[in-house]
């Protein structure tokens, strides 16, 4: 299971496009492991005269009173001027910061939930210099595990996605993973612990609503700590953080809506949808959370 999922990320890795992807936990050799993950990287998209990259590693802060993601981004022209959109939608607030950098500050609530939950977020940024000085940049962030210590028996997968749910509270569910063979796993944090689920039999899924994953989102320095009851009577132990990458960006300086046209349903994703037992409330086989967000009428 180890190596089917170090598989699967490496693909995706290679496939990405302009994209830094953060760092996987690796195959381990020995009982502990560390993975120092603290200093951000960055992701980077050039068009025409613009080089534009963002710090993958999306920080909180108080803002006008409200506690607020911030994500950092750094441009090789002098910025005029910057704004942040979703389709048909000003979101969030950008900011120039200096005459090269600016950055996007989202609050929390809605508009994080929002874009955390998949939902792209487009920042217009003008230069005063360049051919074209007009652009539009597409970024995408998401929950992500990072900085890995403790016992090679658990691997915790580093994403954590959000995946279509009727529980009763809300659809939106964000789901990350462990294997670990074991008789019980459990996870604790200061805020934000997950609903620890088995899978089989050295597989755990692990469930957030929004509140529960902004808390162990914020602060991002504060770790989760894994703890496994193992079948020879002993326990295993890992912790891991969970922060908010910036996962994918694009650049262009045409039409953005043409650009990245909002996605309809896939005929796919009702196939699936129309597949599943009567009364099944969990939709994770089908896609993401939006996919089957757009085929549920």
């Given at each position: 299971?180890?190596?089917?999922?170090?598989?699967?990320?490496?693909?995706?890795?290679?496939?990405?496009?302009?994209?830094?992807?953060?760092?996987?936990?690796?195959?381990?050799?020995?009982?502990?492991?560390?993975?120092?993950?603290?200093?951000?990287?960055?992701?980077?998209?050039?068009?025409?005269?613009?080089?534009?990259?963002?710090?993958?590693?999306?920080?909180?802060?108080?803002?006008?009173?409200?506690?607020?993601?911030?994500?950092?981004?750094?441009?090789?022209?002098?910025?005029?001027?910057?704004?942040?959109?979703?389709?048909?939608?000003?979101?969030?607030?950008?900011?120039?910061?200096?005459?090269?950098?600016?950055?996007?500050?989202?609050?929390?609530?809605?508009?994080?939930?929002?874009?955390?939950?998949?939902?792209?977020?487009?920042?217009?940024?003008?230069?005063?210099?360049?051919?074209?000085?007009?652009?539009?940049?597409?970024?995408?962030?998401?929950?992500?595990?990072?900085?890995?210590?403790?016992?090679?028996?658990?691997?915790?997968?580093?994403?954590?996605?959000?995946?279509?749910?009727?529980?009763?509270?809300?659809?939106?569910?964000?789901?990350?993973?462990?294997?670990?063979?074991?008789?019980?796993?459990?996870?604790?944090?200061?805020?934000?612990?997950?609903?620890?689920?088995?899978?089989?039999?050295?597989?755990?899924?692990?469930?957030?609503?929004?509140?529960?994953?902004?808390?162990?989102?914020?602060?991002?320095?504060?770790?989760?700590?894994?703890?496994?009851?193992?079948?020879?009577?002993?326990?295993?132990?890992?912790?891991?953080?969970?922060?908010?990458?910036?996962?994918?960006?694009?650049?262009?300086?045409?039409?953005?809506?043409?650009?990245?046209?909002?996605?309809?349903?896939?005929?796919?994703?009702?196939?699936?949808?129309?597949?599943?037992?009567?009364?099944?409330?969990?939709?994770?086989?089908?896609?993401?959370?939006?996919q089957v967000a757009r085929c549920m009428y």
């Amino acid at each position: 299971m180890k190596l089917h999922s170090f598989v699967l990320a490496c693909l995706a890795a290679l496939a990405a496009p302009a994209c830094d992807v953060p760092a996987t936990e690796s195959e381990e050799t020995t009982l502990t492991t560390t993975s120092a993950a603290t200093t951000p990287t960055r992701i980077y998209a050039s068009e025409g005269d613009l080089d534009l990259s963002f710090e993958t590693l999306g920080t909180f802060e108080t803002r006008n009173g409200v506690r607020s993601l911030v994500l950092r981004a750094t441009a090789n022209r002098y910025l005029e001027y910057v704004f942040s959109f979703v389709p048909d939608d000003a979101f969030g607030q950008a900011n120039i910061i200096s005459e090269r950098r600016f950055e996007v500050v989202l609050p929390e609530g809605h508009e994080l939930n929002s874009v955390l939950s998949g939902l792209p977020l487009f920042i217009t940024v003008n230069t005063f210099t360049g051919t074209p000085n007009r652009y539009t940049a597409r970024i995408v962030v998401a929950p992500r595990f990072y900085d890995f210590l403790g016992s090679s028996s658990i691997w915790i997968e580093t994403d954590v996605n959000p995946v279509y749910v009727h529980n009763g509270i809300s659809n939106l569910v964000y789901r990350g993973s462990a294997n670990v063979l074991a008789d019980q796993l459990t996870v604790t944090a200061p805020d934000g612990a997950p609903v620890v689920s088995r899978v089989d039999a050295d597989s755990f899924r692990l469930d957030w609503g929004y509140p529960a994953l902004y808390l162990a989102l914020d602060p991002h320095t504060v770790p989760l700590t894994f703890t496994a009851a193992l079948p020879d009577a002993t326990t295993a132990q890992k912790t891991s953080r969970l922060a908010v990458r910036v996962t994918e960006l694009a650049l262009t300086s045409g039409d953005a809506y043409e650009v990245w046209p909002t996605p309809g349903c896939l005929p796919e994703t009702t196939a699936c949808i129309q597949a599943q037992p009567t009364g099944t409330t969990d939709f994770a086989a089908c896609g993401s959370y939006r996919q089957v967000a757009r085929c549920m009428y």
